[in-house]
């Protein structure tokens, strides 16, 4: 998956969660999850999309692993619904698996860019994800 396609892929869950929550906020319990839920789904794409403008390895790191913590929430608050039953059928479950596969991708991407990271630090190269040292 290229990073054009990650970034439309989380700007569609994103969208996809917002509509959730909105159906999600009409139960008085549910309010406050369904705000941080929706303040979860959506920062996953901008601070992935952050990341892909970074200024340098480390920078991109940084963001990439703070939208790591925010699909890592998103699923989180997924077993929370799921768990208290706020909200029931394919649509939640649909949700809760994209979420899911997104930390799965994410972690691993943010995994992957450390260990570049460190092989090139030994190297003497810490600049932007795909750049060469010149």
Same mark, same amino acid.
């Given at each position: 998956? %290229?990073?054009?396609?990650?970034?439309?892929?989380?700007?569609? /869950?994103?969208?996809?969660?917002?509509? /959730?929550?909105?159906?999600?906020? #009409?139960?008085?319990?549910?309010?406050?999850?369904?705000?941080?839920? @929706?303040?979860?789904?959506?920062?996953? @794409?901008?601070?992935?999309?952050?990341?892909?403008? #970074?200024?340098?390895?480390?920078? /991109?790191?940084?963001?990439?692993?703070?939208?790591?913590?925010?699909?890592?929430?998103?699923?989180?608050? /997924?077993?929370?619904?799921?768990?208290?039953?706020?909200?029931?059928?394919?649509?939640? %479950?649909?949700?809760?698996?994209?979420?899911?596969?997104?930390?799965?991708?994410?972690?691993? @991407?943010?995994? %992957?860019?450390?260990?570049?990271?460190?092989?090139?630090?030994?190297?003497? @190269?810490?600049?932007?994800?795909?750049?060469?040292?010149?």
């Amino acid at each position: 998956m %290229t990073p054009e396609e990650l970034k439309e892929r989380l700007t569609a /869950f994103g969208i996809d969660v917002v509509r /959730f929550c909105r159906q999600l906020r #009409a139960l008085p319990e549910a309010r406050s999850i369904a705000a941080q839920l @929706s303040d979860c789904g959506t920062a996953i @794409s901008s601070n992935y999309r952050a990341a892909c403008r #970074a200024r340098s390895r480390r920078e /991109f790191i940084s963001r990439l692993a703070v939208a790591v913590e925010e699909a890592d929430e998103a699923v989180g608050w /997924f077993k929370i619904v799921r768990g208290a039953e706020l909200a029931t059928g394919s649509e939640v %479950t649909r949700l809760f698996q994209e979420a899911q596969e997104i930390l799965s991708i994410l972690a691993a @991407s943010r995994r %992957t860019a450390e260990q570049r990271d460190r092989k090139n630090r030994t190297v003497g @190269s810490a600049g932007p994800p795909g750049r060469q040292a010149t």
